[in-house]
Nanobody, 119 residues
Framework: QVRLVESGGGLVQPGGSLRLSCAAS????????MGWYRQAPGNQREFVAG???????NYADFAKGRFTVSRDNAKNTVTLEMNSLRPEDTAVYYC?????????????WGQGTQVTVSA
């Protein structure tokens, strides 16, 4: 059974930091590209950051310079360090695992963790 379990969300003041973690099980973790998405109330789910099997990273424009994604293949975890948080960063953050081989795509989602940025 595949599981992606996020942790580390919570309430933080504007300008603060949070560290989200996602622990994966049931997959060959190092085969997968991993990513973080978020969804605020009334909005569509949007891409935040991703890291490939080869540790290439990419970020949404709003995340560049503030967020850092990393992975630990030995621990089957992916982490999102978030700094200089803003109220507009408030959302449920989801971990995503993606494997694409030729034309076959396999993807999994975590259950999400709430991040609230408020004074």
């Amino acid at each position: 059974q595949v599981r992606l379990v996020e942790s580390g969300g919570g309430l933080v003041q504007p300008g603060g930091s949070l560290r989200l973690s996602c622990a994966a099980s049931g997959i060959t973790f190092n085969w997968y590209s991993m990513g973080w998405y978020r969804q605020a109330p009334g909005n569509q789910r949007e891409f935040v950051a991703g890291i490939s099997m080869a540790d290439y990273t990419n970020y949404a424009d709003f995340a560049k310079g503030r967020f850092t994604v990393s992975r630990d293949n030995a621990k089957n975890t992916v982490t999102l360090e978030m700094n200089s948080l803003r109220p507009e960063d408030t959302a449920v953050y989801y971990c995503h695992a993606n494997l694409t081989v030729l034309e076959t795509r396999v993807a999994y989602w975590g259950q999400g963790t709430q991040v609230t940025v408020s004074a």
